[in-house]
C-alpha cells in the first residue's frame, strides 16, 4: 500500500491558553495550535511553531512538513496513534518577532504538555527546536543525531532534522529515515509484551 499523508486530530488548546498573551505572537497568530495526533502517545515530536495549515482552522490540507514527517514515521512502523506533535511556539508567526523572549514564554505551555502527558520519547526536529529545547544554541542535529540524550530524567531524547529542511534537500532523508527507524526500534523494545502503545 503506498503511504498517504493525512490531517491529525488536534488537540484543543486548554482554557487558560486559548488567549494566552504571555509574548507578541498574540498579536500575529490566527489562533493557539495546542498539538495534534494522540495526546496520550508516548512519543512527544517538537517542531518549532505550527505551520500553515494548522493556523488556517479545519481544512484538510496536509502541508509539506506533514507528508515528509508522516512518511518516514510511516515507513518505520509507526501509526498516527503512537504520535503526537506540538511546538516550541504554540501561535504561528506572521511578521519579525524576538524570537528568545518568545520562546522563553512558551515554553510554560509546554513544560505544561511534558508534566501532564509524560511521553517517554522526546523526538526534536531541527536545530531551533533541538537549541531551544537544550537550553544550549551551539547545540547542532547533525552531531546530535544517532545518539540517546535524557531529558529532565524521565524522557528519553532524540534528535532528527526538521521535514521541512528534509524535504529541500532530499539528499538528507535517509539519515531522517533512520532516525525514525532508532525511534520505533526502541519504542517496539520497550512496548513489547505489554500491547500498549500508548503512556496511560
Ligand atoms: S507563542 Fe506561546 S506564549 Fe506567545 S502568545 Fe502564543 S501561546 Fe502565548
Given at each position: 500500500?503506498?503511504?498517504?499523508?493525512?490531517?491529525?486530530q488536534?488537540?484543543?488548546?486548554?482554557?487558560?491558553?486559548?488567549?494566552?498573551s504571555?509574548?507578541?505572537?498574540?498579536?500575529?497568530?490566527?489562533?493557539?495550535?495546542?498539538?495534534?495526533g494522540?495526546?496520550?502517545?508516548?512519543?512527544?515530536i517538537?517542531?518549532?511553531?505550527?505551520?500553515?495549515r494548522e493556523?488556517r482552522?479545519?481544512?484538510?490540507?496536509?502541508?509539506?512538513?506533514?507528508?515528509?514527517?508522516?512518511k518516514?514515521?510511516w515507513?518505520?512502523?509507526?501509526?498516527?496513534?503512537?504520535?503526537?506533535?506540538?511546538?516550541?511556539?504554540?501561535?504561528?508567526?506572521?511578521?519579525?518577532?524576538?524570537?528568545?523572549?518568545?520562546?522563553?514564554?512558551?515554553?510554560?505551555?509546554?513544560?505544561?504538555?511534558?508534566?501532564?502527558?509524560?511521553?517517554?520519547?522526546?523526538?526534536?526536529?531541527?536545530?531551533?527546536?533541538?537549541?531551544?529545547?537544550?537550553?544550549?544554541?551551539?547545540?547542532?542535529?547533525?552531531?546530535?543525531?544517532?545518539?540517546?540524550?535524557?531529558?529532565?530524567?524521565?524522557?528519553?531524547?532524540?534528535v532528527?532534522?526538521?521535514?521541512?529542511?528534509?524535504?529541500?534537500?532530499?539528499?538528507?532523508?535517509?539519515?531522517?529515515?533512520?532516525?525514525?527507524?532508532?525511534?520505533?526500534?526502541?519504542?517496539?523494545?520497550?512496548?513489547?509484551?505489554?500491547g500498549?502503545?500508548?503512556?496511560?
Amino acid at each position: 500500500m503506498d503511504f498517504q499523508a493525512t490531517s491529525w486530530q488536534e488537540e484543543p488548546a486548554p482554557p487558560h491558553a486559548i488567549n494566552c498573551s504571555n509574548c507578541e505572537l498574540a498579536g500575529q497568530r490566527t489562533r493557539v495550535i495546542w498539538g495534534e495526533g494522540n495526546p496520550q502517545a508516548s512519543v512527544l515530536i517538537l517542531l518549532d511553531n505550527p505551520g500553515e495549515r494548522e493556523n488556517r482552522d479545519g481544512e484538510p490540507y496536509v502541508c509539506g512538513t506533514r507528508q515528509t514527517l508522516q512518511k518516514a514515521a510511516w515507513e518505520a512502523g509507526f501509526t498516527e496513534n503512537d504520535l503526537y506533535v506540538t511546538y516550541l511556539l504554540k501561535c504561528r508567526p506572521k511578521r519579525a518577532y524576538n524570537k528568545e523572549k518568545a520562546r522563553a514564554a512558551c515554553r510554560e505551555h509546554l513544560q505544561l504538555q511534558l508534566d501532564q502527558k509524560l511521553p517517554r520519547f522526546i523526538f526534536c526536529l531541527g536545530n531551533t527546536a533541538v537549541q531551544s529545547f537544550l537550553g544550549n544554541p551551539e547545540a547542532e542535529v547533525k552531531e546530535l543525531r544517532g545518539t540517546w540524550l535524557e531529558a529532565d530524567g524521565r524522557h528519553l531524547l532524540l534528535v532528527s532534522y526538521h521535514p521541512l529542511a528534509v524535504r529541500r534537500r532530499p539528499n538528507l532523508y535517509p539519515r531522517f529515515a533512520a532516525d525514525w527507524k532508532m525511534l520505533f526500534d526502541r519504542y517496539r523494545q520497550e512496548h513489547a509484551g505489554t500491547g500498549a502503545l500508548t503512556n496511560k
